[in-house]
């Protein structure tokens, strides 16, 4: 018995460019076309859709199959789908036009281009040829930077509607030949489209990129441009230890702009996280929350909303504080929340806090940093109160996962003896600290929770 009435398998598999690959022939068009129409037709529950790797016939791309029947279909145009949907899934007639049933001359050609591939491969291996997956990795950065430059430069708002190309460049101050080459790229990376001489945004860049969209991401997302500098000082830091401003620090304006990229670029991720926080510490006898470097406030807002007895208070950098005020009164909880600046490695905590959050906090610090910080956290908490640190975990190998390992380096670029820590390390430091019941607790996405109870 299927666990759907059809499953319908589109071949994805990527190739290199100018070799024949359902990609290439729209398999990705396609993908989305059945998306939409299976949406709006009510169909997600009933019909699987799926991608799959290659299956030998990519000159006759794209390539699909409908299960449970393994009806084959060839050269599937995003106008095709409607006419699949309704004949083949709804009323049960496949549509002959695009069936190939040749099943001789289909394994034929599969095992053709198997045994073809399997000799290109082993051609390129003999020669000594840098693997694919290798010179992608080390070219990776090259499409980043077109997309960072774009969002600098702001070209999504100023492609607007549709526009040439020395419009775009007059709209922006910039050369006009060199932003003709940066459009044609963004066309070659699917962030542009471009018809006769006119670049468009795509659908994903008119909502992600523009400053009109109401899910315009380019503020926070400008924060990643501006570690990219600090990025490029790695393997200066890998060699002395530790960070090289690149930028200068007297700067005060871009130093303020880059404060508020990176408040905005911590709100789009505390937003979402900060539901599941709340969800997972709950409010059992919580009164006071002390917020350590609460950023944009995100976690105090969440459990200010959550719980109207609950009063959180947020301490963070002077400059940082007035964009936080922004987000508190925004949100209509400024009575529950309280901000204070300053600095949480030297300041007085307070004392008589029911929980105190470390949010996103203790991978700027060293490890005697943050032993210090929890053992100061621990004497700010009442008899029974709860430490709360969320970050990205290393597992025990330190090499796992990708994310955190890569993430430690972004800490080496950008602060002075941050890192990532394991979850081994963490308990070491509350136990030595004084909380007992320590414990690490995952949510779904990137970083986790370590908890820990003052006895
Ligand atoms: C990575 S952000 C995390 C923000 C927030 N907790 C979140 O998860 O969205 C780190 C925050 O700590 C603040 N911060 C850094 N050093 C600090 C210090 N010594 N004292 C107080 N706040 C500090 C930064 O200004 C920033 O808001
Ligand atoms: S790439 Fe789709 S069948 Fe080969």
Redesign the pocket.
């Known amino acids: 018995m299927e666990p759907f009435r059809f499953h319908l398998f589109v071949c994805s598999q990527q190739k290199p460019e100018g070799v024949p690959s359902c990609p290439a022939s729209g398999a990705f068009a396609l993908l989305s076309a059945f998306d939409r129409e299976l949406e709006a037709r009510g169909l997600t529950r009933q019909v699987q859709l799926t991608t799959c790797g290659c299956m030998g016939l990519c000159d006759e791309g794209p390539v699909m199959v409908v299960y449970p029947a393994g009806v084959w279909y060839r050269r599937v145009r995003p106008s095709d789908v409607s006419e699949i949907v309704t004949s083949h899934l709804r009323d049960g007639q496949p549509v002959d036009r695009l069936i190939w049933n040749d099943a001789s001359a289909m394994k034929a050609m599969s095992i053709e281009h198997g045994e073809k591939f399997r000799q290109a491969m082993a051609a390129r291996d003999r020669s000594g040829t840098l693997p694919d997956r290798l010179d992608q990795m080390i070219r990776g950065y090259m499409p980043s930077r077109c997309l960072l430059t774009a969002l600098e430069l702001d070209i999504f708002t100023a492609v607007g509607e549709g526009a040439k190309a020395d419009e775009i460049g007059k709209r922006i101050h910039a050369n006009a030949r060199a932003v003709e080459m940066l459009l044609n790229a963004l066309v070659a990376l699917g962030l542009l489209s471009k018809s006769g001489d006119v670049f468009e945004n795509t659908p994903e860049s008119a909502r992600f990129f523009a400053e009109s969209s109401k899910d315009n991401h380019r503020h926070g997302l400008l924060h990643l441009a501006n570690i990219w500098h600090q990025w490029s000082t790695l393997t200066h830091a890998v060699r002395s230890g530790t960070r090289t401003p690149v930028e200068p620090d007297n700067d005060r304006e871009a130093a303020a702009g880059r404060t508020r990229n990176f408040?905005t670029a911590?709100?789009r991720?505390?937003k979402d996280r900060a539901p599941l926080v709340v969800k997972t510490v709950g409010t059992d006898a919580v009164r006071r929350i002390l917020?350590?470097?609460?950023?944009?406030g995100?976690?105090s807002i969440a459990f200010a909303k959550a719980y109207p007895s609950v009063h959180c208070e947020i301490?963070?950098?002077p400059e940082?504080v007035p964009l936080a005020a922004e987000y508190v009164n925004q949100a209509g909880v400024s009575a529950q929340v309280s901000l204070r600046p300053?600095?949480?490695?030297q300041d007085d905590l307070g004392s008589g806090y029911d929980v105190i959050m470390l949010?996103?906090?203790c991978h700027?610090f060293s490890e005697a940093q943050n032993q210090e910080l929890l053992r100061r956290a621990y004497h700010a908490l009442r008899p029974n109160g709860r430490i709360v640190v969320q970050d990205f975990l290393l597992n025990a190998d330190k090499a796992s996962p990708q994310h955190a390992a890569l993430f430690s380096l972004n800490m080496l670029v950008n602060t002075d003896a941050g890192a990532s820590y394991s979850e081994a390390e963490y308990t070491r430091w509350m136990k030595a600290a004084g909380f007992i019941a320590v414990s690490r607790i995952n949510l779904p996405g990137p970083s986790d929770l370590m908890l820990g109870l003052v006895g």
């Open positions: 408040i911590m709100q991720h505390a917020d350590l470097g609460g950023g944009s995100a976690y301490l963070d950098v940082v300053g600095n949480m490695l949010n996103a906090i700027m």
